[in-house]
């Protein structure tokens, strides 16, 4: 390391030269700045530069102003940055320029801000033309200067991007031409001042010429674009922490913009679509990087580099895989060529498809450079969730309409949208929509999120579309540049036909493919694999998942369950890999037809009118878990007794009320109708979630669960006499006391010991803990239970005092958009609150009984997140819907290798 310069002591350094840092260093110099100074340490071709650290963020963004001592590192620095590169900032005759760019921790592409050529001002665009030399010389610098001028005013001061690039259309249009590269020296010249006036009179002041100014203006612009709503949005996102802040760093410029022998940009170690081995890129001869990333032109497959600069060709190969081997994983490359020497920009862990990271982890395992547990570190159960969405059955489907690069897989199906702010209120309204751009920006991101998926005519598999759209799992289609698309008159037209907005597309972000209309889906490969209907080879992408999720299987320590409440779904979570029931929910047996057998139970005034009710409901029960049992021979099947709030199984009030006034009113007899309006009457609750239900229910019904326990044990004893192993465990919902355990477990044991006298079948006797009560008395109610299996919808809802159906709709966004929840409490597990609960029950439930089974049969179990939590605090397995047991159970691999995802977030 270099010593420390003027400002800098050990505990107050706030700017770190690239050679001073490493890749270890992404808190404090985020992941550009640390990849920056790895590269450098590496000896590779770093344009020299240095990085202000998120520490110097963090202190901005707290008190609005930039902290002591960072002024006076920032100019010892640059003044090191001047003497390496032998010119100094703003240097009338010989400039130095710098790079003013934005690197937090985790990659966040484009959401943040980025200054160009900053450095330049009237009187020193003479002094860059002179480096280049003639007319060339002449259009780079002022073509140079414009570019800042519009870059600043934009990210530094607010102007709108729309008055730059209408003045630039304006110049373009008086030509008569349509790319930028037709503008001579002296349009350009022109264009500055338009942008001077343009700066002028939305800035309310006129654009700095003092460079040191304009260097502390994009270094704050930065630190509060941490804030902006586009990066707030993309982190929320992607549930990157939002106190995290950004490093600064300041690089001189190097020129892709200086003729057919200089260019820019962006290349992959692997492809990052499929997982394919072998270099993959886009490049832009005499552009800017910034070129490439907004599609704003159509660029060359990086193989066309070969032919147009093979030394420099060559040179970026060997860095690619110089950069791959010392990283271990897939490699995001930006460079530039300025007149023939290449430089690295930055690098860092590229984002994929979901695909793709299966198949590299793969990969790299069969090629030695990782582990299999570190290889399932490198998946997640969000890319695996991913694989199973549907694809196109293209055996039906129209011509289509056009194709451009697939950019990122899926079958995405939607009404073509051409404005983010409407694909945003559309998708609101219940709406599936394909977001339609010529190329998308920063700004776009809402309606990025709220499509399906995103289509654009213009860009690559390196465009900004491209790239977050694989960050978020989203479909997305780009460069199908035979699609012309009119933002403004939300249209697009392509071989003489036109899609207008509203009208319905499918994009295919496999292949590439633009389609009229809705094209039918099929099952994915994954779930076809998962479902028995395709061999574990039957592709590299399923013997990837094969592989990563057996390992995944033998090294969790977690169990994975289901939650099934018929055969037909019992069996299909069997096959993906569940290893037994966790809940079968017994109220939903009740439904449909018979319903009006619950209502007799309710109805029943006598003692032997409720007898009857109860014997009617007996063999239907038997029937039902006889089936479950089949399905899940010889594991275990945990079932609910009946827990729904009564009001589900009644008619509603106020229809029934009117109902028996009308036939009162027309002389008519209400009949039944009115007998059933009095239970309704006498049973109606203000807050049925908080009333007559679980074990409440049970006991305020004499019979009710002993039918139910009856016919459980009598479906067991049913199976095994036929050689089967039913497992049944018997769950009592919504104990608050173990006073209401005591009595509903002595009145189910008798009940089994009846039926099981000549048929011996095991049952266990447990709980729910969903009710607070209950987590914090767990260590007296294990007294009576066998198994706690948590409930971790209901105890979320009573934890927080939440009515899930109400208050999700009414402010959830509101207090996601606050920052006052990360994440919704219903989709991940509350740890510090209801996470705390858990811990407590399960400290002292174990304390009482030390063989007392612990699971989770909540919708937390299928989270990934949550599914980490639960490994940590010792329960025995997670139970989840069918579709979600195989991200259960490489998030429990993952969990017990203490796997996390790679730093491609």
Not at 98 to 111: D, N, W
Not at 117 to 125: I, P, Q, T
Not at 504 to 511: C, K, M
Request: hydrophobic share 45%; with cysteine.
């Amino acid at each position: 390391m270099t010593g420390q310069r003027a400002g800098e002591s050990a505990a107050g350094k706030l700017v770190f030269d690239f050679a001073e840092g490493n890749r270890d260093l992404k808190d404090l110099l985020g992941g550009k700045g640390a990849n920056l100074a790895e590269m450098t340490n590496l000896g590779l071709p770093v344009p020299p530069g240095f990085t202000i650290t998120t520490a110097a963020c963090q202190a901005y963004l707290a008190t609005g102003d930039r902290p002591a001592g960072l002024d006076a590192q920032v100019s010892a620095h640059l003044a090191a940055l001047e003497e390496a590169m032998g010119r100094r900032l703003g240097d009338p005759a010989d400039p130095l320029l710098i790079s003013v760019r934005s690197g937090a921790k985790f990659s966040m592409p484009g959401m943040m801000e980025t200054v160009l050529n900053v450095g330049l001002h009237d009187g020193s665009v003479a002094g860059l033309a002179a480096q280049t030399g003639g007319e060339a010389g002449e259009r780079f610098a002022w073509d140079s200067y414009r570019r800042l001028i519009q870059m600043f005013g934009k990210t530094v001061c607010d102007v709108p991007g729309d008055a730059f690039a209408h003045a630039l259309d304006d110049v373009k249009r008086g030509k008569g031409v349509t790319s930028d590269l037709d503008l001579s020296a002296g349009d350009l010249r022109a264009l500055v001042e338009a942008y001077k006036k343009i700066f002028t009179e939305h800035a309310g002041r006129d654009f700095p010429q003092d460079p040191r100014e304009q260097l502390d203006m994009a270094v704050e612009a930065v630190f509060r674009s941490w804030n902006s709503e586009r990066a707030v949005l993309y982190r929320r996102q992607e549930r990157i922490p939002a106190d995290l802040g950004t490093a600064v760093n300041v690089q001189s410029m190097v020129f892709g913009n200086l003729g057919a022998d200089s260019g820019t940009g962006v290349a992959f170690t692997r492809d990052p679509g499929t997982g394919a081995r072998g270099a993959y890129g886009d490049y832009l001869a005499n552009a800017q990087g910034e070129d490439v990333v907004a599609g704003i032109r159509n660029t060359l497959h990086l193989d066309e580099l070969e032919q147009l600069d093979k030394a420099s060709y060559d040179q970026l190969m060997d860095i690619m895989s110089t950069l791959e081997g010392h990283y271990r994983d897939l490699c995001d490359i930006e460079f530039t060529i300025e007149r023939g020497r290449l430089w690295m920009l930055q690098t860092r862990v590229g984002k994929r498809t979901a695909a793709a990271a299966f198949i590299i982890a793969n990969q790299l395992v069969d090629e030695g450079v990782i582990d299999l547990d570190e290889a399932i570190g490198r998946v997640t159960g969000a890319q695996l969730a991913h694989l199973m969405f549907p694809a196109f059955d293209l055996s039906g489907a129209p011509a289509p309409l056009g194709r451009g690069v697939a950019a990122s897989p899926g079958a995405a199906v939607g009404r073509a949208v051409f404005d983010a702010r409407r694909a945003v209120a559309a998708a609101g309204a219940g709406e599936q929509v394909i977001l339609v751009r010529r190329e998308t920006n920063p700004d776009d991101l809402p309606g990025m999120i709220a499509a399906q998926g995103i289509l654009t005519s213009r860009g690559g598999k390196t465009s900004h579309a491209a790239v977050v759209a694989r960050g978020m799992g989203k479909t997305c289609v780009c460069g199908a540049d035979s699609l012309d698309v009119d933002v403004a008159a939300g249209t697009f037209t392509v071989g003489g036909a036109t899609v207008r907005e509203g009208d319905v597309i499918s994009i295919d972000g496999t292949t590439g493919r633009v389609y009229a209309g809705e094209v039918p889906v099929r099952p994915s490969e994954v779930v076809e694999y998962f479902e028995g209907t395709a061999a574990a080879d039957s592709s590299v992408l399923v013997a990837a998942v094969d592989r990563l999720l057996r390992h995944a299987d033998a090294a969790r320590r977690l169990g994975v369950r289901t939650n099934a409440d018929t055969g037909e779904d019992a069996a299909r979570a069997r096959r993906f890999g569940a290893a037994g029931i966790g809940l079968c929910r017994t109220e939903h047996m009740f439904l449909g037809d018979r319903r009006e057998l619950v209502e007799r139970l309710i109805l029943a005034g006598t003692d032997e009118a409720r007898s009857a009710a109860l014997a009617a409901l007996l063999p239907l029960q038997r029937a039902d878990f006889v089936e479950i049992f089949e399905a899940m021979d010889g594991l275990p099947v945990t079932v609910r007794l009946i827990d729904p709030p009564l009001h589900e199984f009644l008619p509603e009030l106020t229809e029934l009320s009117v109902k028996v006034a009308v036939a009162r009113a027309r002389g008519e007899d209400a009949g039944r109708d009115a007998a059933l309006l009095a239970a309704v009457q006498r049973m109606h609750e203000q807050n049925p979630m908080l009333g007559l239900r679980g074990v409440r229910l049970g006991l305020m019904i004499p019979g009710l669960f002993a039918m139910q326990v009856r016919a459980i044990a009598e479906a067991a004893v049913a199976c095994a006499a036929r050689g089967l192993d039913p497992r049944p465990e018997i769950m009592v919902p919504l104990v608050g006391a173990v006073q209401e355990l005591e009595f509903v477990r002595a009145e189910a044991e008798e009940v089994v010991a009846a039926v099981t006298a000549d048929q011996p079948v095991p049952v266990l006797i447990g709980t729910m803990i969903e009710v607070p009560r209950a987590a914090l008395t767990a260590g007296q109610i294990a007294e009576a239970a066998q198994f706690f299996s948590f409930g971790t919808n209901d105890l979320t809802q009573m934890g927080w005092g939440f009515s899930r159906d109400d208050v999700e709709g009414a402010f959830f966004s509101r207090y996601l958009e606050l920052g006052i929840f990360g994440v919704s409490p219903f989709e991940s597990i509350d740890a510090d609150g209801v996470g705390r609960l858990v811990r407590i029950a399960v400290e002292e439930g174990r304390a009482a009984r030390p063989d007392l089974k612990l699971g989770v049969c909540g919708e937390h179990g299928g989270d990934p997140d949550s599914v980490h939590f639960f490994h940590a605090v010792g329960l025995d397995y997670v139970s989840c819907s069918p579709f979600r047991v195989p991200i259960a159970r490489l998030e429990a691999g993952r969990a017990a290798t203490a796997g996390t995802a790679s730093d491609s977030r």
